[in-house]
């Protein structure tokens, strides 16, 4: 190994210093020079406020302190989406981070479910996190596996650019050092093509082994450099525009995000200790901007705290993630629409390949890249599918973004899937990817997707042994959710942010 291995990471967003912050944690500083350089005159997008229950292990993971971090974010907890009007107008259901049910026998406890449907009641009554999401309520899960509060985990709702700035102190602390400059060129090893060095508008150049392209849509080496390309995903996911505010909170604070169906799009509802962040995602061919900020404001629980804020992007993912010495990681990378909150997780994913396949020779073996291409690939795909299912599972007609979207041709993986889950139910866990069956089944069955038949192992239980075991089971979370506390009490004894950021 060359020593020290130089890395530079090009962006101080959110990818940028999560990135920052993984090495600062899990790299030898001695053997690795880890520098960040971002220009304040640039800023950053700063809109990603929800996430998933990876979140909390990248944070353990770094050894951040739980209430320290969501205090200084203003964070809440998370349950789960709720999503309102997909399938239908009036529709209503919450993707939940957590199982339904427990195992009752040979089968998958949601296919005993699926058996006895027409006395069961809804699923989600079998799904500890959606009843309390439903009542407000947030603990955290039990250790113990026998204990009824212990299969679901949870996310957290925070503002991304205090996130960015908490990981930032946290980082430059552990020896990260921090450059502020904006680039103003870029050069290449005249052979390799490689990236070589980058030039501050100061005029100091900057040289290292390895670059982490986190400069956001712009994709300043890995694009604007390197012309590496993008997979277009948009005649699947037609969305190319948001507009972003954020309200005063009203009501009780409640513990999961709101996906709100729309007539050109969606709008998303993301609480937050001192705020509700608010964004209508939507698409610019069926809504124009000025229409969408004017919705948005109509549709708001609280007094806006700003005026709208317009952002534009692409369904698109870098045709490789890691080119010659370059790593594209946050928006630089790709960018699927924040449905589902898996920008963040994608950012998480991108830094732990990296750690694992990590060079640390200037001649970087093209083996490291091509794995690290495959994997990112696999996660990107697998999220794609699963955000068209929502568009595609709809019966909406009442506007030209459902009228085209429930038409449209769809990838043949996720083809195979729903035709799979139509006939009985199956959903095959993965190894590498997100999402779990759990999270499969409750979009299928919340936008209306039902399997003709369960699977033949759930046939053997006798009918009334079935039937005591679900009304024991709904019981046993419909009271272990009313024993949980409120949300915001929760919040108020073990991360209160203590007055506005
Ligand atoms: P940015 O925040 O854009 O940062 C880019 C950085 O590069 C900045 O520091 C900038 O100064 C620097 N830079 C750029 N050019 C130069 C230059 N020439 N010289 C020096 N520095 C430069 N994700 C979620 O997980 N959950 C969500 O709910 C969510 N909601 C979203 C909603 C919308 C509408 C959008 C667009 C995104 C959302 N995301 C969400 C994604 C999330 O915001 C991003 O993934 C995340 O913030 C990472 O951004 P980034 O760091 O890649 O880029």
Redesign the pocket.
């Known amino acids: 190994m060359t020593v020290p291995f130089r890395i530079v990471i090009?962006?101080?967003?959110?990818?940028?210093w999560m990135c920052a912050a993984a090495c600062s944690a899990k790299l030898d500083l001695s053997r690795y020079d880890v520098r960040l350089?971002?220009?304040d005159e640039?800023?950053?997008?700063?809109?990603?406020?929800?996430?998933l229950p990876q979140m909390k292990d990248f944070n353990d993971y770094l050894g951040i302190d739980e209430p320290e971090f969501m205090a200084a974010t203003q964070a809440s907890f998370k349950l789960g989406i709720e999503f309102v009007d997909w399938g239908s107008i009036g529709s209503r259901y919450i993707h939940p981070f957590g199982a339904f049910g427990r195992p009752i026998g040979e089968a998958e406890f949601f296919h005993y479910w699926l058996r006895a449907r027409e006395t069961a009641g809804p699923l989600s009554g079998y799904c500890l996190p959606i009843v309390a999401a439903q009542q407000n309520r947030f603990d955290f899960p039990a250790k113990d596996a026998a204990d009824p509060k212990s299969a679901f985990s949870y996310a957290y709702h925070f503002d991304?650019f205090l996130y960015a700035r908490y990981l930032r102190g946290w980082s430059e602390a552990r020896g990260i050092k921090r450059v502020e400059?904006?680039?103003v060129d870029v050069a290449q090893h005249p052979e390799r093509g490689d990236i070589a060095s980058v030039t501050l508008a100061s005029g100091e150049a900057i040289a290292a082994d390895l670059f982490i392209d986190?400069?956001?849509?712009?994709g300043?080496l890995i694009e604007q450099t390197l012309e590496t390309g993008i997979e277009d995903w948009s005649h699947w996911l037609p969305c190319d525009r948001?507009m972003?505010v954020p309200c005063d909170s009203a009501g009780e604070l409640t513990p999961y995000t709101r996906s709100t169906a729309r007539e050109a799009g969606w709008q998303w509802r993301?609480p937050l200790q001192h705020r509700t962040g608010n964004?209508y995602?939507y698409a610019s061919h069926f809504l124009s901007d000025d229409e969408a900020a004017s919705l948005l404001l109509s549709r708001l629980d609280g007094a806006a705290q700003a005026e709208p804020r317009g952002?534009r992007?692409k369904a698109c993912k870098r045709r490789k993630a890691w080119n010659r010495n370059v790593i594209a990681m946050?928006?630089?990378g790709g960018f699927l629409e924040?449905l589902e909150?898996?920008?963040?997780?994608l950012?998480q994913m991108a830094v732990a390949f990296l750690l694992t396949l990590m060079p640390g020779d200037p001649e970087i073996d093209p083996a490291l890249a091509r794995e690290y291409n495959r994997v990112m690939d696999v996660e990107y795909d697998r999220i794609r599918d699963f955000l068209i299912l929502h568009y595609r599972a709809t019966e909406r007609d009442d506007a030209e973004i459902w009228r085209y979207v429930r038409a449209m041709a769809i990838p043949d993986s996720l083809t195979d899937k729903i035709e799979r889950f139509r006939h009985r139910g199956h959903i095959r866990e993965y190894r590498d990817g997100l999402f779990g069956p759990a999270s499969w089944q409750a979009v299928f069955i919340g936008q209306g997707i039902e399997p003709v038949a369960q699977d033949a192992m759930a046939d053997l239980m006798p009918e009334a042994a079935l039937s005591e075991r679900l009304a024991k089971l709904r019981s046993l979370i419909a009271e272990t959710a009313v024993g949980m506390p409120k949300h915001a009490d929760t919040i108020a004894r073990f991360c209160p942010a203590g007055g506005s950021a």
């Open positions: 090009v962006g101080g967003g959110t990818a940028g350089i971002e220009s640039i800023g950053t997008v700063g809109v990603g406020e929800a996430t991304a400059g904006r680039i986190c400069s956001g849509f712009r300043l948001a972003a993301i964004g995602v952002l992007f946050g928006l630089a924040p909150s898996t920008s963040i997780y950012v």
